[in-house]
């Protein structure tokens, strides 16, 4: 009697567990027969759907399917009648109030009882993180894709009358002018025409590329990198009068592509002299140092700075401003941004109003 009484009282205690659990669970929990309607369904359902028992019991489970999910829902219903078991099987339901439910489903068969147990969980949520982030991609895409192109017709176009100006430099008889100076100013202006030609040429080769993996890298020395991007603004820099310190010692070589990093100086520096605080000259400082066994070059400026806790989600966004300078476009840290992570390497950055920016780029090695 007494080992009777034991078995009765675990029983119970087991069939009171397994009711507990089934109605607390978090989860859709249910059990549907081989006519397509629901047997017993937990508490989590009905909250989910905004039916009442009674609906959902009374009701074939297509019903509350959604239409578009019907025919696939249908198929895969058909597969565990056949003794299938069916995994994580997802499927839009529709709600009392018109709403849309993601579910993702696990059912098991038990063909001698001619019923199904299965189980969803509530995926709504990473559906819309799915597709927020594939409607990210889809846009960035695009403006890359644009960008690309115009990138490519500019410096398409651009070739010809830049070709045109050097054949005028060519024709130049330059014995029959006396002047010292004048003649400096003609070899400062020929020498960056050909640096513009050989920039252009640069990005035509790079943007006609099939693969970002395919963009030419190699040791590049950046001390010379910089002296000709240094040449190329000479006459910004002194007019501005910026101030440039340069330190290399940590390192001189980088691996990268040529253009993107001639790129990189350019824009960093042009941004600079654009936003500096005003009336004062520009103060940049270069160099380069090992963080953890990683290259780093560490641009940073006495500028207007940003206001990081506004701007930094956007700072290197396609078209994004921050200052009212007549000239920015909004497209300058985008290219920086994009020359490095395609490169597998990151840039970050660090700054506030009045006080300069600090961008930290890191190389992939």
Not at 99 to 109: A, D, F, G, Q, R
């Given at each position: 009697m007494a080992i009777t009484d034991t078995t009765y009282i675990i029983n119970?205690?087991?069939?009171?567990?397994?009711?507990?659990?089934?109605?607390?669970?978090?989860?859709?929990?249910?059990?549907?027969?081989?006519?397509?309607?629901?047997?017993?369904?937990?508490?989590?359902?009905?909250?989910?759907?905004?039916?009442?028992n009674e609906e959902l019991f009374s009701s074939p489970i297509d019903s509350f399917v959604h239409p578009e999910d019907r025919d696939i829902t249908s198929k895969k219903r058909e597969r565990i009648i056949d003794d299938n078991a069916l995994l994580n099987f997802e499927n839009r339901y529709i709600t009392k109030n018109g709403?849309?439910?993601?579910?993702?489903?696990?059912?098991?068969?038990i063909k001698s009882e001619r019923v199904v147990f299965a189980i969803a969980k509530?995926?709504?949520?990473?559906?819309?993180?799915?597709?927020?982030?594939?409607?990210?991609?889809?846009?960035?895409?695009?403006?890359?894709?644009?960008?690309?192109?115009?990138?490519?017709?500019t410096s398409h176009d651009l070739r010809l009358p830049v070709s045109n100006l050097l054949s005028v430099f060519n024709l130049l008889d330059t014995s029959k002018i006396q002047?010292?100076?004048?003649?400096?100013?003609?070899?400062?202006?020929k020498t960056s025409t050909e640096n513009l030609r050989d920039t252009l040429n640069s990005y035509v080769?790079?943007?006609?590329?099939?693969?970002?993996?395919?963009?030419?890298?190699?040791?590049?020395?950046?001390?010379?990198?910089?002296?000709?991007?240094?040449?190329?603004?000479?006459?910004?820099?002194?007019?501005?009068?910026?101030?440039?310190?340069?330190?290399f010692s940590e390192f001189t070589e980088v691996k990268f592509n040529k253009?993107?990093?001639?790129?990189?100086?350019?824009?960093?520096?042009?941004?600079?002299?654009?936003?500096?605080?005003?009336?004062?000259?520009?103060?940049?400082?270069?160099?380069?140092?090992?963080?953890?066994g990683v290259k780093q070059l560490i641009f940073a400026d006495e500028g207007q700075g940003f206001d990081m806790d506004k701007v930094k989600d956007r700072i290197f966004g396609f078209n994004q401003k921050f200052h009212t300078h007549i000239d920015s476009k909004g497209i300058g840290l985008y290219l920086v941004h994009n020359h490095i992570i395609s490169l597998g390497g990151h840039i970050s950055v660090e700054s506030k109003v009045n006080e300069g920016a600090r961008f930290i780029i890191s190389f992939k090695e």
């Open positions: 119970s205690t087991d069939t009171y567990n397994l009711e507990l659990f089934f109605n607390l669970s978090p989860d859709l929990l249910c059990i549907a027969g081989y006519d397509g309607y629901f047997k017993k369904i937990n508490p989590t359902v009905s909250k989910t759907l905004g039916y009442t709403e849309i439910v993601w579910l993702s489903w696990t059912s098991m068969p509530v995926i709504t949520h990473k559906k819309k993180l799915d597709e927020d982030r594939n409607a990210l991609l889809t846009n960035l895409t695009k403006i890359n894709n644009e960008l690309k192109q115009l990138t490519y017709s002047d010292a100076e004048t003649l400096e100013f003609i070899d400062m202006l080769d790079v943007l006609s590329q099939k693969n970002v993996l395919n963009v030419e890298t190699q040791m590049l020395d950046l001390g010379k990198c910089l002296d000709v991007v240094r040449y190329s603004l000479g006459s910004l820099i002194q007019n501005s009068r910026a101030i440039i310190s340069v330190d253009a993107y990093l001639e790129s990189i100086f350019l824009n960093l520096i042009t941004n600079s002299i654009k936003y500096a605080m005003p009336h004062h000259f520009p103060v940049i400082s270069i160099y380069t140092k090992y963080e953890k």
